[in-house]
């Protein structure tokens, strides 16, 4: 299976006058299609930044991120907007906006200066909307949705950019329980079914065991590390990467428990 996204020898963090702030290093690994991919890490571990720079929204320090084999810094943003769409946790900016106009949005690349949108480009919004399941949600203004919803929102409008790649941040942040478990779901069956390359951060690590086809932990102690969640759980990297004092307990029990449903 061909590789979306590769990033070879990579230090990600901020370039400065007075020398380079690295926040992660030496991250070698690939994202393919068809899978849905969680990266797991504590705070201030860097995923935020992994993600911005996977996305081109900031360069590397050194090393190399590749999209279908290209350097991510030799497309152009109409280019990458094309190839990658992005959903963020805040949406503040679009709360007065209905749900449909949101999704539309993702159309941007394609609709020109005026963003004028052909009866293609609203066949496109109304089929995305539809396979999140919010179609129903068309005329909602953002402020009134629960937090759930707008995320399937956001969902919806990276679909309606038809990228082979969706890079999410943190989206089950705000979502109850059974919402958090119905949203991995989701993306996952849009993974397989559309096959895209689906990329979150998340905090969720029992649901990410659960849920994803591979998982990358980051950490700054303990490095960088790739794998299914069997293999991850299996070999010890999970309790190494999580375990604190007071949870080995539990933390067992949930490793033990993806080990047996294997």
């Not at 360069?59 to 350097?71: A, N």
């Not at 949101?102 to 995305?128: C, N, Q």
């Not at 960088?224 to 004092?245: A, H, M, N, Q, V």
Request: proline fraction near 3%; glycine fraction near 8%; charged fraction near 20%.
């Amino acid at each position: 299976m061909s590789s979306t996204i590769s990033i070879i020898n990579l230090t990600t963090g901020y370039k400065a006058k007075k020398g380079n702030a690295e926040v992660s290093r030496h991250l070698t690994a690939s994202l393919s299609p068809n899978q849905l991919t969680c990266i797991l890490g504590p705070n201030g571990a860097g995923k935020s930044t992994l993600l911005r720079t996977l996305c081109g929204f900031q360069s590397p320090l050194s090393g190399s991120v590749q999209i279908k084999g290209r350097e991510v810094e030799s497309y152009t943003k109409s280019e990458l907007s094309k190839l990658v769409s992005v959903v963020l946790t805040d949406n503040s900016g679009v709360k007065d906006m209905t749900a449909w106009d949101v999704v539309g949005m993702g159309r941007s690349p394609y609709t020109g200066f005026w963003g004028r949108l052909s009866l293609h480009d609203e066949k496109v919004i109304a089929g995305s909307m539809s396979l999140v399941g919010i179609e129903w949600l068309k005329d909602r203004k953002m402020h009134t949705l629960s937090d759930g919803e707008c995320q399937k929102v956001m969902i919806a409008k990276a679909l309606a950019q038809e990228t082979p790649i969706i890079i999410l941040d943190e989206p089950t942040a705000y979502l109850d329980y059974p919402s958090k478990i119905q949203m991995m779901l989701l993306l996952k069956e849009l993974a397989r079914s559309l096959q895209k390359t689906i990329f979150l951060s998340t905090h969720d690590l029992e649901h990410a065991l659960q849920i994803a086809d591979c998982i990358w932990l980051l950490d700054k102690e303990q490095g960088f590390t790739t794998g299914t969640p069997y293999d991850l759980c299996k070999d010890g990297s999970i309790e190494r990467y999580f375990s604190r004092k007071g949870i080995e307990p539990l933390l067992h029990s949930v490793v033990e428990g993806i080990i047996k449903a294997f």
